[in-house]
T-cell receptor, first 113, second 111 residues
């Protein structure tokens, strides 16, 4: 119940294409869903986050789509660039404000020029 | 969001020794979180540190192995004790201050 399942494990996209990463969860008590980008040798950087009362959130080229009934959420990266090549993690929070994050296993994205 | 400084950034340690990792935040926060990221893997929560009380450890992590201090609202330390090669990982601290942010991590190699 405290799992977040992320797919695919790796993804190769051509420059200018759309990258889509999916996550699914079981625990309906999760109340906050962030996405992180991590480059080698760096800590994860918060990209964008959504709460379950919103179905979509967009920030620049990054969009989260959230389907509460299906318990799924996804990250879309529009006009993908080689600089987007990194590992992406979805996460879900339990325990309310200041609560703990549960992370997906990560997706390694490669954007080919 | 908060800015987190973590030290050291990397270290190579002998088995059986201990390493203390420091985490400094530029804002006062109630909770600080410590994570482990094994090579090529996801992040696993070790413990949550609340100022003024003992840390709360996740299943599989114990205080004797990973003692944590939280002396004030901007600072915490994590000690990795009696290290073995299996402790080789990246250790990260995190806070929730208008979004969960992470330090740059401590890359630990145990030889």
């Amino acid at each position: 119940q405290q799992q977040v399942k992320q797919s695919p494990q790796s993804l190769i996209v051509q420059k200018g294409g759309i990258s889509i990463i999916n996550c699914a969860y079981e625990n309906t008590a999760f109340d906050y869903f962030p996405w992180y980008q991590q480059f080698p040798g760096k800590g994860p950087a918060l990209l964008i986050a959504i709460r379950p009362d919103v179905s979509e959130k967009k920030e620049g080229r990054f969009t989260i789509s959230f389907n509460k009934s299906a318990k799924q959420f996804s990250l879309h990266i529009m006009d993908s660039q080689p600089g987007d090549s990194a590992t992406y993690f979805c996460a879900a929070r339990y325990g309310g404000s200041q609560g703990n994050l549960i992370f997906g296993k990560g997706t390694k994205l490669s954007v080919k020029p | 969001s908060a800015v987190i400084s973590q030290k050291p950034s990397r270290d190579i340690c002998q088995r059986g020794t201990s390493l203390t990792i420091q985490c400094q935040v530029d804002s006062q926060v109630t909770m600080m979180f410590w994570y482990r990221q094994q090579p090529g893997q996801s992040l696993t929560l070790i413990a949550t540190a609340n100022q003024g009380s003992e840390a709360t450890y996740e299943s599989g992590f114990v205080i004797d192995k990973f003692p944590i201090s939280r002396p004030n609202l901007t600072f915490s330390t994590l000690t990795v004790s009696n290290m073995s090669p299996e402790d080789s990982s990246i250790y990260l601290c995190s806070v929730d201050y208008y979004g969960y942010t992470f330090g740059s991590g401590t890359r630990l190699t145990v030889v």
